[in-house]
């Protein structure tokens, strides 16, 4: 119990006034990088997504903010295989409003590697993820963790970096697996757009095999990663956005779908002015933005 605590408060230090900047930082630093060296940060000015936004609006007219409901405007291929014009990521932004997406799911379901693909195509938009931020603040490896401190501080940690990487805007998040178990996670997801990656246990194995996840340090790791899904299901299920991952599907494949139902989620929740403003119009008034 002491150990537990000590190892929480260390990264509560780290954490508790971690800047947007620093987080940055903290992922560029190597694993090796010891506990003793997490206030020597160098802070360098860091570019989003590593292009400059362009508003499609002064080139296009949009007709429809929704670019999949005008196939003329979107990035891709139209039926007819005619290239669309502009990625439909890159519209995903503006429509945002600065909120932050965060990819929940079981470990190996590829949140890593797709936030951070959708976050380039974005290009307004950071990729940040919690475990990798652990690891590099730490200079102590998940496992570790796990083995020396135990799942539960793994949790509070988890916990507490979450409660410092939510405050910020315009991040796609990749979450460990665990992070919805926690009712108070809840409340910092809920302040963006929740995506749950759905990936069958079997998929997954064949993607981590051999690899040396915590939690699957067991006789049989199918059958554990099976019941670690049954237990989690409910809460996954609370999600925004649910993208069923196939094993056909590739990284370009998943990000294609998730950009998609996230315009399709905000055309069904709409901001409040634009509720108001079409309240105003069915009443025949006049609106003024």
């Not at 295989?81 to 190996?108: C, F, Q």
């Not at 910020?168 to 990749?174: D, Q, T």
Request: with cysteine; hydrophobic share 35%.
């Amino acid at each position: 119990m002491a150990s537990t605590s000590r190892f929480s408060l260390f990264v509560f230090s780290i954490f508790g006034t971690l800047s947007f900047t620093t987080c940055f930082n903290v992922l560029q630093q190597p694993v090796t990088t010891r506990r003793s060296n997490i206030n020597n940060f160098i802070l360098k000015p860091l570019h989003a997504g590593g292009f400059e936004w362009e508003d499609p609006a002064e080139q296009f007219d949009q007709g429809v903010e929704n670019p999949f409901k005008n196939l003329d405007l979107a990035k891709g291929e139209n039926k007819d295989g005619t290239e669309m014009k502009i990625d439909p990521a890159r519209l995903l932004g503006p429509r945002l409003n600065g909120s932050n997406l965060y990819l929940v799911g079981m470990m190996g379901s590829g949140k890593s590697a797709v936030g951070d693909y959708i976050a380039r195509r974005m290009g307004t938009y950071n990729f940040l993820d919690t475990d990798d931020i652990i690891e590099k603040a730490t200079g102590v490896t998940i496992p570790e963790i796990f083995e020396t401190e135990g799942e539960e501080a793994f949790r509070e940690v988890e916990a507490q970096i979450l409660d410092s990487v939510h405050a910020y805007v315009r991040c796609i998040v990749s979450t460990g697996g665990g992070i919805v178990t926690r009712m108070q996670n809840w409340s910092k997801l809920q302040t963006g757009i929740v995506v749950w990656l759905d990936v069958d246990p079997e998929i997954i194995m064949k993607r981590i095999e051999g690899t040396d996840r915590p939690l699957l340090q067991t006789d049989d790791p199918l059958q554990t990663l099976k019941d670690l899904l049954d237990e989690r299901r409910s809460k996954y299920e609370q999600a925004d956005i649910r993208v069923e991952v196939t094993e056909d599907m590739d990284e370009d494949m998943v990000a294609h779908e998730v950009v998609k139902l996230c315009h399709y989620f905000i055309d069904e929740n709409p901001p409040a002015w634009k509720k108001a403003k079409a309240k105003a119009q069915e009443e025949g008034l006049d609106w003024v933005q």
